[in-house]
């Protein structure tokens, strides 16, 4: 079935830093990707997507590029703040008009020490 | 932004009993889901709702669970009868199509079943 991996579990940066966190995919279609970020006690939130190949979604400084060759949606930001500190899920969105649904990766928990 | 609620916040419940958590979708929202989520792990999808019949539910979605929303009320998600393994935080989300649109997260409601 279709899926989500993300490589890193946890990473730990220090302010200024910049942020990588790898997502990559597996769908028998042409899925729109999605980034979700999540507070403590709060549901995830929307960060932004990507529908095509190239495609380059961006929020609040992360941005990421759907790449259809590598399967890949990688997140990134050039200098992370004390306040990024979160739960972000990669996720695929459904290939069909009335699927519905979100497939999320296992979540990366970034921490920033200030 | 438009928002989610999802009430109650937590609800402690003995095992056996029926517990019913409530979703009170964004306005014009058509689709509706709920979401597992056990401490510290990912999102799981539960199913989805339209129109007033499921659409698509996973593995999770056992016998005990149903959903409903009577005449454009509260989406609800009702577990008869309760198991342990029940307890985790729901999260209710809508969208406006069941395409590539923004999903809407609530804040969950967190289970505790004892």
């Known amino acids: 079935g279709d899926s989500v991996t993300q490589t890193e579990g946890q990473v730990a940066l220090s302010e200024e830093d910049f942020l990588t966190i790898h997502c990559n995919y597996s769908?028998?279609?042409?899925?729109?990707l999605f980034w979700y970020v999540q507070y403590p006690g709060e549901g995830p939130q929307f960060l932004f997507r990507a529908s095509r190949d190239k495609e380059k979604g961006s929020s609040r400084g992360f941005e990421a590029t759907y790449d259809k060759g590598t399967t890949s949606f990688h997140l990134r930001k050039a200098s992370v703040q004390e306040s990024d500190s979160a739960v972000y899920y990669c996720?695929?969105?459904?290939?069909?008009?009335?699927?519905?649904?979100?497939?999320f990766g296992q979540g990366t928990k970034l921490s920033i020490k200030p | 932004g438009p928002k989610v609620l999802q009430i109650p916040s937590h609800q402690i419940i003995d095992m056996g009993q029926m517990v019913t958590l409530n979703c009170d979708p964004v306005?014009?929202?058509?689709?509706f889901y709920w979401y597992k989520q056990i401490l510290g792990q990912q999102m799981e999808f539960l199913v989805n709702?339209?129109?007033?019949?499921?659409?698509?539910k996973s593995k999770l979605f056992k016998d005990q669970f149903s959903v409903e929303r009577p005449d454009g009320s509260y989406f609800t998600l009702k577990i008869q009868p309760t198991a342990l393994e029940d307890s985790a935080v729901y999260f209710c989300?809508?969208?406006?199509?069941?395409?590539?649109?923004?999903?809407?997260f609530g804040s969950g409601t967190r289970l505790l079943v004892i």
């Open positions: 989300a809508s969208s406006r199509t069941g395409g590539n649109s923004d999903y809407t």
């Open positions: 769908a028998s279609g042409y899925p729109a």
């Open positions: 306005s014009n929202h058509l689709y």
């Open positions: 709702f339209y129109n007033g019949k499921v659409m698509e």
């Open positions: 996720a695929l969105g459904p290939m069909n008009y009335n699927q519905g649904k979100l497939i």
